[in-house]
């Protein structure tokens, strides 16, 4: 079945550095993909998605490209902030019907001052 | 303005009771969700429904069931709560059925059974 494996956490970065949140996907069919983020004591909000091969999602100073040949989506961002503190998300929906998301178990970053 | 409410926020409940957790939406979406999220496992999907009265199972629905009477509301029902059922349980709707349509989240219930 659909799997989804992110790198383990906790990643914790310094303001200003360079973020890459590894994502890879295992599917049967061609996947939308997606990044959610949590924030403490908060539901998951979608971040970005990309729906075909090639595609870059972005938002808010984060991207994340859909890599077919690499099964990857990793999430990346060039500058962060102390308040992208959180756990993020990878996750895939194949449709087939109630367009169910797959997520992956989360990772969570720290950023410091 | 959250088009999304979950209710109750908290609960501790005892072992061998029945808990119902209710999931409000005023946006008239079609598709609503029940996941639970637990360390190490991400979120997982319990039960999803695709209309009044049409629902199915996920992954972990063993021990769990639904209703929904009404297109705004999404009942998840633990007949007889078990610790395994401790849990932080999330709704989620989605105005498409298709792929690529993102989901909107609720809040969350912690549910803790002693």
């Known amino acids: 079945g659909d799997s989804v494996t992110q790198m383990e956490g906790p990643v914790t970065l310094s303001e200003e550095a360079f973020l890459t949140i590894n994502c890879t996907y295992t599917?049967?069919?061609?996947?939308?993909l997606f990044w959610y983020v949590q924030y403490p004591g908060e539901g998951l909000q979608l971040l970005l998605k990309?729906?075909?091969?090639?595609d870059k999602g972005s938002n808010k100073g984060f991207e994340a490209t859909y890599r077919k040949e690499t099964t990857s989506f990793h999430l990346e961002k060039g500058s962060v902030q102390v308040s992208d503190s959180a756990v993020y998300f990878c996750?895939?929906?194949?449709?087939?019907?109630?367009?169910?998301?797959?997520f992956g178990t989360g990772t969570q970053l720290k950023v410091e001052l | 303005d959250a088009g999304i409410t979950q209710s109750p926020r908290h609960k501790v409940t005892e072992t061998g009771t029945p808990v119902t957790l209710r999931c409000h939406q005023t946006?008239?979406?079609?598709?609503m969700y029940w996941y639970r999220q637990d360390p190490g496992h991400g979120l997982r999907l319990i039960h999803y429904?695709?209309?009044?009265?049409?629902?199915d199972k996920g992954e972990v629905s063993d021990g769990y069931s639904v209703s929904r009477s009404k297109t705004e509301d999404f009942l998840l029902t633990l007949e007889s709560a078990t610790s395994s059922q401790t849990s932080v349980y999330f709704c989620?709707?989605?105005?498409?059925?298709?792929?690529?349509?993102?989901?909107?989240f609720g809040s969350g219930t912690r549910l803790t059974v002693v």
């Open positions: 989620a709707i989605s105005d498409g059925g298709q792929v690529g349509y993102g989901y909107t």
């Open positions: 429904s695709y209309g009044v009265k049409d629902t």
């Open positions: 990309a729906t075909k091969a090639d």
């Open positions: 996750a895939l929906s194949e449709g087939g019907g109630g367009n169910k998301l797959t």
């Open positions: 946006e008239n979406h079609r598709y």
């Open positions: 599917a049967t069919g061609y996947p939308s």
